[in-house]
């Protein structure tokens, strides 16, 4: 004999089942509420976004098309009829988040839509979610990432802030946010030679400081600074440089002479004081530094003068000088560790000599004006790349955005790249000028002789 179920018992299951969803939706709720409350302002207006975005999706992707129609018989425990085919409407499943620069939505790909069909939903889920852009990319088989741009990270300048390691600058450079806020680096191991082109004001020298403030604090770099326009701008980063000089083409020549013959004892001495041909395969160090030579406005020291007169004559044989020791700089460089970097306003042949530009491993170019100017510094391929291209950023809103060839990326990037305030540099410098060593006296002593008839 068995006895009858407690009624009171079977009674309370619908109330207890109440009670656990009404407590799973306060937590729920309070999460959401505390969540909320510990964004900042700028970040709430995206959070709720990104609210809507999920609890709409169903709804908006069945609207956009992004729904795939899966017919199958019912299972055979149902009561349905034999023979029944029934439809089921199923929609990628999402994550969201919100980031400073809008909604990061990873969509699961779901049979046959994948990032084609995602990419060509974008411009009508951005009217559904009131954005004004969404970027998509494959992140890894079986996942896509939708990016509702809130803000154009491209046209909002940035102030460069002190990263928490300096010395990992040395092997990569830290260029600045991609149009998706992503960070945005560029190769400096194994790189010789860099040219920085752009139109007067479009922030070549602030790229340059942000470079400087990048390597300053590391004992493994030594700088050899040369501002060919001769102003105010580079004189409180002298204190950091190994050698300095201002638009004095003779004081130049000097310099890039003696940085030549610190080239040569390196490549001397290189294997019995490293063990290795490449500085690059054990990284530059205090007693081995990275030398940065920087020539703003480099066509100044490169142009050919015309004219007959002896003082013509004197400059115009001091640009050829000075030509052919940038060349062997960045031709033979490399592997000990000297790097050039020339900032110019247009990359043109007349300009900066072709087989010193077409040398440079690394190219990046501000707001341009001609198809011409841009090709000289990126290359043919630019012409490829509309969007890309540098023409298109001559708008004041672009100041400090740069397009140019990221590492592991494939094709032309523009980059924002941060504004560094004078006073920022300038603290640095004073801050790391006890860092400056002349780079010859490193070298075991016999290897540094001066190649006079090279000069
Ligand atoms: N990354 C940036 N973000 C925002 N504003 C910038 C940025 N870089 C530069 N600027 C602004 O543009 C001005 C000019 O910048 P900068 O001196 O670097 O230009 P430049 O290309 O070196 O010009 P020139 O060819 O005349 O030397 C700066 O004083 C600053 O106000
Ligand atoms: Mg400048």
């Not at 310099?255 to 004892?265: E, G, I, S, T």
């Not at 001609?370 to 990126?378: H, K, P, R, Y």
């Not at 560094?420 to 603290?427: G, I, L």
């Amino acid at each position: 004999m068995t006895s009858p179920p407690d009624l009171t018992l079977v009674r309370l299951v619908p109330a207890v089942v109440l009670a656990v969803v009404l407590l799973i939706v306060l937590v729920r709720g309070a999460v959401l509420a505390g969540r909320y409350l510990r964004a900042g302002r700028r970040l709430r207006p995206v959070l709720r976004r990104a609210w809507r975005i999920r609890w709409t999706w169903r709804r908006i992707a069945r609207r956009v098309g992004l729904v795939q129609i899966e017919r199958s018989r019912p299972p055979w425990w149902s009561n349905h009829p034999p023979g029944t085919v029934i439809t089921r409407e199923l929609v990628p499943s999402i994550r969201t988040a919100a980031e400073p620069w809008g909604v990061r939505v990873d969509v699961s790909t779901l049979g046959r839509l994948g990032v084609d069909e995602l990419t060509a939903a974008a411009p009508h889920l951005a009217d559904a979610w009131r954005v004004p852009l969404i970027r998509v990319a494959q992140v890894r088989p079986g996942l896509v990432r939708l990016r509702a741009l809130l803000h154009d990270p491209l046209i909002q300048p940035t102030t460069w802030t002190e990263p928490a390691e300096p010395a990992a600058g040395l092997e990569v450079w830290t260029a600045g946010v991609d149009a998706d806020a992503e960070p945005v680096t560029i190769r400096s191991s194994g790189v010789s030679g860099i040219v920085v082109a752009g139109l007067a004001g479009y922030g070549k020298t602030s790229f340059l400081n942000a470079r400087f403030c990048q390597l300053a604090p590391s004992a493994a770099v030594q700088f050899v600074l040369i501002d060919g326009k001769g102003g105010p701008d580079y004189d409180d980063l002298f204190t950091r440089a190994w050698l300095h000089a201002k638009d004095d083409p003779r004081r130049v020549r000097d310099h890039l002479a003696k940085v030549r013959d610190l080239m040569v004892a390196r490549q001397r001495s290189i294997r019995a004081v490293l063990g290795v041909k490449n500085v690059w395969h054990v990284g530059p160090s205090a007693a081995w530094p990275l030398v940065l030579v920087v020539i703003d406005e480099a066509h100044t020291f490169l142009n050919e003068t015309k004219g007959n007169d002896a003082d013509s004559k004197r400059l115009d044989a001091l640009a050829r000088e000075t030509a052919r020791l940038v060349e062997e700089l960045i031709r033979k460089g490399r592997n000990v560790g000297i790097q050039v970097v020339l900032a110019t306003q247009k990359a043109t042949g007349d300009a900066i000599p072709t087989k010193i530009r077409d040398n440079c491993q690394v190219a990046v170019s501000f707001a341009q004006r001609t198809s011409e100017a841009a090709t000289a510094v990126l290359g043919s391929d630019i012409t490829n790349a509309p969007d890309e291209h540098p023409r298109r950023l001559q708008d004041p809103a672009y100041v400090g955005v740069a397009s140019m060839v990221a590492e592991g990326r494939p094709g032309f990037t523009l980059v924002r790249t941060p504004y560094v305030p004078d006073a920022v540099a300038d603290a640095i410098a004073r801050q790391t000028a006890h860092l400056v060593r002349d780079p010859l006296t490193l070298l075991p002593a016999g290897e540094v002789t001066v190649d006079v008839a090279s000069r």
